[in-house]
């Protein structure tokens, strides 16, 4: 279309053979000027092309043909077809790039569905789910618009048809077509708009949905690049914990969020992963995520292969085995711990004939104590454990480190520095008091903790003069490897570190260096 020739609107409804002429010219000539735009370069390649600017005439004829086109909507037969033609009009930004005139074209369709929203709006109640679904993006997309008086229309018009939306977020076909127009709703900000309502509709709509519309909606929303989009994300999944776990969402969401630290940068993928590994779980079995987490302290439960905790929670009865714990901190602030699970799940293969084998997390001294007191006193004394925090030769952290000294477990709980003739290290009373009422004798201790073995004065060294066995790295190191061995009745563990020597103390000594 030149940019002389207008659209000649036709005022009546000349219908010859089904056929509605107005409509039609409207349409075509609206995508002649569409092809229009985009002008091949001199001498260029194929996809070497540029953007021609519309001139006044041109918006004007194209506002004309919008308006026929909207009514085309009303028009039997031609509904999905008008309504492609607008939806690719309020898109046209996204498809060929911003620029003038192509935002010309989108404002000149957006005053189209202003004009007829009643028009569009009637049509929700004939149309079928998925006309539903494409007229509701349609008129979404007003809510991006930076005429404050065309927001309003998108956001009224998502609050009188908050039923249709949520037969849409419904529907496993075309609920996809509601991830930009509830972007758009949660980035506005306009005063008094009923944002709860949308986000109710959302939550009620993933109580009672399926996994897969769960985890995809929360996934786009936790990891969008807008801060407002990731915050709200966050108090959908608080709600959604509470509503379809009974989980204490609230407190989990900030655990998760604080607990990731910087690790990638993104809290919201930690939040993510736990909350695609409760969704597993449940999915095994119901309420097994609120038993692990009130009987075991479990808050992350992405770390860990699902088959070790729904045997964990399985076997919460199993009290006459002796067992032994794994002890995790809560804070992970680069994700390490996320790596070392796999060889707990193999140790836990290795030794389910004759040991079971519990996993507790703890944020605190306090926490620790606690745990260890619950499992000695349904499951009785431990014959080994496990204990996984961020270490230097003297401590082991547990907590965030504004915790401070409550926040970790530190060489100086273990032993205390006394004068009886010459300044030697003994065992604190409350310590050696603590290791006969949790442990049996002579447990073993396998520390996942970077440097606990390093040096002549280090965490390992100072523990084994409580009476145990205890295996730690001499440097900054992951855990590579665990072979159980069973010597007359006892347990061994033959542990391998990456980037570091494998040291074993006894009483005080080093008994080997591997």
Not at 38 to 49: A, M
Not at 81 to 103: C, I, K, M, P
Not at 147 to 167: K, M, Q
């Amino acid at each position: 279309m030149s940019a002389d020739i207008e659209i000649e609107v036709v005022e009546r409804d000349e219908i010859i053979n089904g056929v509605n002429l107005a409509y039609l010219k409207a349409k075509g000539d609206v995508q002649e000027t569409y092809a229009s735009m985009r002008v091949k370069k001199p001498n260029g390649g194929p996809f070497d092309i540029e953007q021609r600017v519309l001139s006044e005439s041109e918006i004007g004829a194209l506002k004309t043909g919008l308006g026929e086109v909207a009514k085309g909507v009303g028009i039997d037969g031609y509904f999905a077809e008008a309504l492609s033609v607008l939806d690719h009009a309020s898109e046209f930004q996204y498809w060929h790039g911003s620029t003038d005139q192509n935002r010309q074209v989108e404002e000149a369709v957006n005053l189209v569905i202003v004009q007829n929203i009643d028009r569009l709006e009637s049509c929700l109640s004939t149309t079928d789910l998925e006309g539903t679904a494409d007229l509701i993006r349609l008129v979404g997309r007003l809510i991006g618009s930076g005429d404050a008086t065309v927001r309003e229309v998108g956001l009224s018009f998502i609050v009188r048809n908050i039923r249709h939306v949520a037969d849409v977020l419904g529907s496993k076909d075309e609920r996809y077509k509601m991830k930009d127009v509830i972007r758009s709703v949660v980035l506005a900000d306009e005063a008094g708009f009923p944002k709860h309502l949308l986000v109710n509709t959302i939550i009620d709509e993933m109580v009672d949905g399926d996994q897969e519309y769960q985890s995809s909606f929360l996934t786009d929303m936790l990891m969008s690049s807008e801060p407002e989009v990731r915050s709200q994300g966050e108090e959908i999944s608080a709600v959604l914990l509470e509503k379809k776990y009974g989980l204490p969402g609230r407190r989990l969401v900030d655990e998760w969020r604080e607990t990731s630290g910087d690790w990638q940068g993104k809290a919201q993928r930690n939040i993510n992963g736990n909350i695609r590994a409760i969704e597993i779980l449940e999915a095994h079995e119901k309420g097994v995520a609120a038993l692990l987490l009130r009987e075991f302290g479990i808050v992350n439960f992405g770390r860990y292969p699902e088959r070790m905790l729904l045997r964990q929670a399985k076997e919460i009865a199993k009290v006459d085995a002796p067992y032994g714990v794994v002890i995790f901190s809560r804070q992970d602030h680069n994700g390490a711990f996320h790596q070392k699970t796999e060889v707990i799940e193999s140790v836990s293969d290795q030794i389910d004939d004759q040991y079971a084998l519990r996993v507790y997390e703890c944020g605190s001294k306090r926490e620790l104590a606690e745990a260890l007191i619950r499992a000695t006193g349904r499951y009785g004394r431990m014959s080994f454990m496990f204990i996984g925090g961020h270490g230097t030769e003297s401590s082991i952290r547990l907590g965030k480190h504004n915790r401070g000294f409550e926040g970790g477990l530190y060489a100086v709980d273990i032993v205390e520095h006394v004068y009886p003739g010459g300044w030697q290290d003994k065992p604190r009373d409350v310590m050696r008091k603590a290791k006969e009422r949790f442990f049996v004798d002579d447990p073993v201790v396998v520390l996942i903790s970077c440097s606990t073995g390093r040096g002549d004065d280090s965490m390992a060294q100072k523990m084994s003069m409580l009476g145990a066995r205890v295996i730690a790295p001499d440097n900054d190191s992951h855990i590579e490897g665990v072979d159980v061995k069973f010597d007359n009745g006892r347990i061994e563990f033959d542990v391998g570190y990456g980037g570091a020597k494998t040291r074993m103390f006894e009483n005080g000594k080093e008994v080997t260096v591997i």
